[in-house]
């Protein structure tokens, strides 16, 4: 603390985590160290898989790639920390590492949301106007996509960090979570909190409510279409829309409740934000690529492509 103008100034805040409990704290450690790694991992493959094989060089694969790399993103900006911080004693953030918490938070969950609109609308256009696909799907609508998601998460995101700025903090600094985020730190603040619950409503509760209704509604048009159909690819189709509308509820559904009712429990945003920050992450890649022939085949010639190269080194420097 230092005092300026007869106020306190918080100059770190420190995180209570997940557990007080020594042995929970180990268990988290390495459950979370393995899920960080294999998100690390698995998302990496999906984007080398897709850059690497033509036949993937696609609207749809190109939207997932770069999901992948937001997902990689979002898993990335707090959870290092918080793994490292199992380990410490005393698990401290100051308060521009915390302000920089907020802002690359809402600027991936900012940047996903628009991005899966983005899948959804494909997925519509493929599935109930396929003769129009390749003239409406283009690869300018695809990168237009991707710029745009990144735009608006930024613009979200600077808002968010705006009004963080603009809190006054008097002195409690104990953050009941393991990451900053505006529900837990406007807790702190010197000014009326019920105020501060309207903004956030206002801002992101109300912007995702909104998205997941309009996916929602999209998702159900699809389904009904698919519904009239009985073919092969018809039965691909529905399993690509459900696997995409998985993603989509695992990921709004706790941004809607934590953003929504700011004034919740904390034990139930914590376990919320451990859902949407490092289990979602990893379940992505695992609904597409488990469920997907295309990627499947693609990672068997990849790995077959790898094999016989290292196999064939070996004798050239013979």
């Known amino acids: 603390m230092m005092n300026v ?4 100034i918080v100059t770190e805040f420190v995180l209570l985590g997940l557990s007080n409990s020594w042995e929970l704290q180990i268990f988290f450690f390495i459950v979370f160290s393995l899920f960080y790694v294999a998100t690390m991992v698995s998302n990496s493959m999906i984007v080398l898989i897709v850059i690497s094989d033509s036949h993937l060089h696609s609207a749809m694969y190109f939207l997932l790639t770069n999901l992948s790399i937001i997902d990689m993103s979002l898993a990335s900006f707090a959870t ?7 380990l410490t004693d005393h698990k401290t953030i100051s308060f521009d590492g915390c302000i920089a918490q907020i802002f690359f ?3 991936f969950t900012g940047t996903e949301i628009i991005l899966l609109m983005a899948m959804s609308f494909d997925r519509y256009i493929a599935i109930c106007k396929p003769l129009r696909y390749a003239s409406i799907i283009s690869p300018q609508v695809c990168i237009a996509f991707v710029v745009s998601s990144w735009i608006v998460g930024t613009m979200h995101s600077m808002s ?8 006054p903090f008097c002195g409690p600094n104990k953050i009941d979570s393991f990451f900053c985020d505006l529900p837990v730190v406007f807790q702190l603040s010197c000014v009326d909190t019920y105020v501060l619950g309207l903004f956030m409503i206002s801002t992101s509760g109300i912007i995702a409510l909104s998205c997941f209704i309009l996916l929602f509604n999209s998702y159900i048009i699809v389904l009904v279409t698919i519904k009239h159909h009985s073919s092969k690819g018809s039965s691909k189709a529905l399993s690509t829309c459900t696997a995409h509308f998985i993603v989509v509820f695992m990921f709004f559904g706790p941004c809607i409740f ?10 139930i945003e914590k376990i919320l934000s451990v859902f949407y920050t490092i289990f979602t992450p990893i379940m992505n890649p695992v609904i597409y690529t488990l469920r997907n022939h295309e990627v499947n085949s693609a990672m068997r010639k990849l790995r077959s492509k790898f094999l016989n190269f290292s196999t064939e080194t070996p004798s050239r420097s013979l």
């Open 5 to 8: 103008a007869n106020k306190s």
């Open 105 to 107: 938070l809402h600027l």
């Open 80 to 86: 290092p920390k918080m793994i490292i911080d199992y």
């Open 160 to 167: 968010q960090v705006i009004f963080a700025l603009t809190l």
């Open 258 to 267: 934590i953003y929504m009712w700011p004034q919740n429990s904390f034990v």
